[in-house]
T-cell receptor
Framework: NAGVTQTPKFQVLKTGQSMTLQCAQD?????MSWYRQDPGMGLRLIHY???????DQGEVPNGYNVSRSTTEDFPLRLLSAAPSQTSVYFC??????????????FGEGSWLTVV | GQNIDQPTEMTATEGAIVQINCTYQ??????LFWYQQHAGEAPTFLSY????GLEEKGRFSSFLSRSKGYSYLLLKELQMKDSASYLC????????????FGRGTQLTVWP
């Protein structure tokens, strides 16, 4: 059971390039989300999904697109990378039912640098 | 946005007890979470409170007062490995995957 898997772990992009951060979970969780973490800012929600085919914006969605074609996968696309998108990105998933308040399980993170 | 406040840094010695406070202002409160995050790693779940009172789990306990918008995480018998950032997060409404995080409290445990 791999949990939440993110790739790549590290990436350097040039300003204006596009890329996709991949996220997959094998726990059959309905809810998936993307957060970014910046020094002194805490984790902030970019986009989230409550199920396959359904996505919505979080606190900081600008410059990012998502889609949820399957329950397992939730890729995050940077359309035209900017230095302000240099950050650590965490994908997360949450079951719809269960104990512990339906806690969020995080992937290992993707360190992105835009130069 | 949500106002979630916690101290930026705390220090303590091995074997001691430390309390990390978190205050929040939000509508539609639906639970408060504490996560631990070591440098360079993902946050890991510590505790969850949705009703007032104390939840105890081994060396860690978490308390919630909804009327005061206040929670604390209590760490007992501190160990060096407890040096980490502790994140307070609040859930609003029914969207389970959507949390609002504080900026984290960096705890350093000295020998």
């Amino acid at each position: 059971n791999a949990g939440v898997t993110q790739t790549p772990k590290f990436q350097v992009l040039k300003t204006g390039q596009s890329m996709t951060l991949q996220c997959a979970q094998d726990m059959n969780h309905e809810y998936m989300s993307w957060y970014r973490q910046d020094p002194g800012m805490g984790l902030r929600l970019i986009h989230y999904s409550v199920g396959a085919g359904i996505t919505d914006q979080g606190e900081v969605p600008n410059g990012y697109n998502v889609s949820r074609s399957t329950t397992e996968d939730f890729p995050l696309r940077l359309l035209s990378a900017a230095p302000s998108q240099t950050s650590v990105y965490f994908c997360a998933s949450t079951p719809a039912g269960g104990s512990s308040g339906n806690t969020i399980y995080f992937g290992e993170g993707s360190w992105l640098t835009v130069v | 946005g949500q106002n979630i406040d916690q101290p930026t840094e705390m220090t303590a010695t091995e074997g001691a007890i430390v309390q990390i406070n978190c205050t929040y202002q939000t509508s539609g409160f639906n639970g408060l979470f504490w996560y631990q995050q070591h440098a360079g790693e993902a946050p890991t779940f510590l505790s969850y409170n949705v009703l007032d009172g104390l939840e105890e789990k081994g060396r860690f306990s978490s308390f919630l007062s909804r009327s005061k918008g206040y929670s604390y995480l209590l760490l007992k018998e501190l160990q060096m490995k407890d040096s980490a950032s502790y994140l307070c997060a609040v859930r609003r409404g029914s969207t389970l995957g959507r949390l609002y995080f504080g900026r984290g409290t960096q705890l350093t445990v000295w020998p």
